[in-house]
T-cell receptor, first 113, second 113 residues
């Protein structure tokens, strides 16, 4: 079956570094997305990985290992505004059609002063 | 450039009624996907429209139907509303390329009483 797993909650301190993990099982593979969602708002795109390795984008980096079905989102120099839910998503669907996104439940990150 | 717009933002309906939600995709996008997001959950894929046809569908009953117009805007219709249909309904637009990031509207908060 198709499934995405990520921790439900994490807590970190302002200025620190936090790593949010995601494991996935999808039919075929066409990359992995990370989105940020503040309470009551729509998800916003953070990153997309299709090749193995680390991609850095400012304070946020995303890592992918296709052989392990594993990804993580790394947030550096945490700020209070980073308190949000972080959603891992991968295209999934029947063979030959990978356009719908399969989503994890989201990791709720609380950044404390 | 307007992003993805959804209307209405909030809606209260009575059990058994019907509802229509609307979405205008981001300029240049031709694919619209609809998601249902219950509180504390990740988005659940309802269906996707491309070239005015439903191209892929998630595990939702036939009470959920949709439409895409020639200008790429879309509607989501839900008949015979149940209390469990209360959720945030998100519209996401994208280009018709696997792996393309999706841009989300602010969502419609539907409450069924």
């Amino acid at each position: 079956g198709q499934n995405i797993d990520q921790p439900t909650e994490m807590t970190a301190t302002e200025g620190a570094i936090v790593q949010i993990n995601c494991t996935y099982q999808t039919s075929g593979f066409n990359g992995l997305f990370w989105y940020q969602q503040h309470a009551g708002e729509a998800p916003t795109f953070l990153s997309y990985n299709v090749l193995d390795g680390l991609e850095e984008k400012g304070r946020f980096s995303s890592f992918l290992s296709r052989s392990k079905g594993y990804s993580y989102l790394l947030l550096k120099e945490l700020q209070m505004k980073d308190s949000a839910s972080y959603l891992c998503a991968a295209p999934g669907g029947s063979a030959g059609n990978n356009r719908k996104l399969i989503w994890g439940l989201g990791t709720s990150l609380a950044v404390n002063p | 450039d307007a992003g993805v717009t959804q209307s209405p933002t909030h809606l209260i309906k009575t059990r058994g009624q019907q509802v229509t939600l609307r979405c205008s995709p981001k300029s240049g996008h031709d694919t619209v996907s609809w998601y249902q997001q219950a509180l504390g959950q990740g988005p659940q894929f309802i269906f996707q429209y491309y070239e005015e046809e439903e191209r892929q569908r998630g595990n939702f009953p036939d009470r959920f139907s949709g439409h895409q117009f020639p200008n790429y805007s879309s509607e989501l219709n839900v008949n015979a509303l149940l209390l469990g249909d209360s959720a945030l309904y998100l519209c996401a637009s994208s280009n018709d390329r696997v792996g393309t990031e999706a841009f989300f509207g602010q969502g419609t908060r539907l409450t069924v009483v």
